[in-house]
């Protein structure tokens, strides 16, 4: 078998902790087919990225191609390198994570090079007959869809869903050889990114997070999220939404959670007026405990919450801040 590849994708210089979740990944399927595992790191200005995390995490290697044409979110330039560096390398399979990128790169490189390609997996495991079998949930997690690659089908291209696995304890003895990479062009790229807006926030990433606290239509407006905002700064949280409070313009879309928007596993998460469509439950059904605080009592989100509150959220959202304040406090 041949490398098992992992698209590492730095932000301000470190890797997220899905990138080190893919490389568990990549390790236990490598032990299976006999392979080594790459991180594969594109960008550009990569001198401050810490690659040696990478090879603590598992890789065996990490290849990196730095390139002013490599900016955050260049996905025609991204793809179009990776299908160079595919080429040379012949990698089994690839793993991305399920993000922006990797959902915009992923197909496209499937498509450039003829092969077939599976988004938001959350398994993995080997098998005789097809070399490996990918699991999805898709249908907000009603279902499980197991899915193999043809023979001829390489590399398997896969998005990997965050939180999904493990990461491995990272290994400080373990080093990997960083080498640097080249191709020739980046072809017809079509695209140009006029500009990335980011906005800082002293919360945990949302994708990331272990307590997710969200809110929905029935925060009734704007200062409804203050409440919301509360709870998660007490419980050291990020902060959701749903579609509608995005659509009304209550807060921003980076927190939008859905089928949509992003995809959170976190072990806590706390609706509150949400009333639990399919299509934001897309989007948070993976979480392991789900709490819903609503004053109706028929909702949807009742039939999938682990624990439910019937209440006004202005009532009920308060009382759960100040105890969970007051534990804190008796804690320290």
């Given at each position: 078998?041949a490398?098992?590849w992992v698209y590492?994708?730095?932000?301000?210089?470190?890797?997220?902790?899905?990138?080190?979740?893919m490389?568990?990944?990549?390790?236990?399927?490598?032990?299976?087919?006999?392979?080594?595992?790459?991180?594969?790191?594109?960008?550009?200005g990569?001198?401050?990225?810490d690659?040696?995390?990478?090879?603590a995490?598992?890789?065996d290697a990490?290849l990196?191609?730095?390139d002013?044409a490599l900016?955050?979110?260049a996905?025609?330039?991204?793809?179009?390198?990776l299908e160079?560096?595919?080429a040379?390398?012949?990698?089994?399979?690839?793993?991305?994570?399920?993000?922006?990128?990797?959902?915009?790169?992923g197909?496209?490189?499937?498509?450039?090079?003829?092969?077939?390609?599976?988004a938001d997996?959350?398994?993995v495991e080997?098998?005789d007959?097809?070399?490996?079998?990918?699991?999805?949930?898709?249908?907000?997690?009603?279902?499980?869809?197991?899915?193999?690659?043809a023979?001829?089908?390489?590399?398997?291209?896969a998005t990997?869903r965050?939180?999904?696995?493990?990461?491995?304890?990272p290994?400080?003895?373990?080093?990997?050889?960083v080498?640097?990479?080249?191709?020739d062009?980046f072809?017809d790229?079509?695209q140009?990114?006029?500009?990335?807006?980011?906005?800082?926030?002293?919360?945990?990433?949302?994708?990331e997070?272990?307590?997710?606290?969200?809110?929905g239509r029935g925060v009734?407006?704007?200062?409804?999220?203050?409440?919301v905002?509360e709870?998660a700064?007490?419980?050291?949280a990020?902060?959701?939404?749903?579609?509608?409070?995005?659509?009304e313009?209550?807060?921003?879309?980076?927190?939008q959670?859905?089928?949509?928007g992003?995809?959170v596993a976190p072990?806590l998460y706390?609706?509150?007026?949400?009333?639990?469509s399919i299509q934001?439950?897309?989007?948070a059904?993976?979480?392991?405990?789900?709490v819903?605080?609503n004053r109706?009592a028929?909702a949807d989100i009742?039939?999938?919450?682990?624990?439910?509150?019937v209440a006004?959220?202005?009532?009920a959202v308060?009382?759960l801040?100040?105890?969970?304040?007051?534990?804190?406090?008796?804690?320290?």
């Open positions: 078998m490398g098992i590492a994708e730095p932000k301000r210089g470190a890797f997220p902790r899905v990138a080190f979740e490389l568990a990944v990549a390790r236990r399927m490598a032990r299976a087919g006999g392979a080594d595992v790459s991180a594969v790191v594109l960008g550009s990569l001198a401050d990225a690659t040696a995390a990478l090879g995490a598992g890789a990490v990196v191609l730095d002013a900016g955050a979110c996905v025609e330039a991204h793809a179009a390198a160079q560096l595919v040379s390398h012949e990698p089994d399979a690839l793993l991305f994570a399920d993000g922006a990128m990797g959902l915009a790169v197909p496209l490189l499937a498509q450039r090079l003829d092969t077939g390609f599976v997996v959350v398994a080997a098998d007959e097809a070399g490996f079998v990918f699991t999805r949930e898709p249908y907000s997690g009603k279902v499980q869809a197991d899915v193999a690659f023979a001829d089908a390489r590399p398997m291209i990997v965050p939180k999904a696995f493990e990461p491995a304890a290994d400080p003895t373990r080093h990997a050889p080498v640097a990479q080249q191709v062009g072809g790229v079509r140009t990114v006029a500009d990335v807006v980011r906005k800082a926030s002293g919360r945990v990433e949302l994708t997070a272990d307590v997710v606290v969200s809110g009734k407006g704007a200062d409804g999220f203050a409440l905002e709870l700064d007490v419980l050291g990020a902060v959701g939404a749903s579609r509608p409070a995005v659509d313009g209550w807060i921003d879309i980076q927190y959670v859905g089928q949509t992003k995809t072990s706390i609706a509150c007026g949400i009333s639990g934001h439950m897309a989007g059904a993976a979480s392991k405990c789900i819903a605080v109706d028929q009742f039939k999938v919450a682990d624990y439910g509150i006004d959220l202005f009532e308060p009382l801040t100040e105890a969970f304040r007051a534990r804190a406090a008796k804690a320290s």
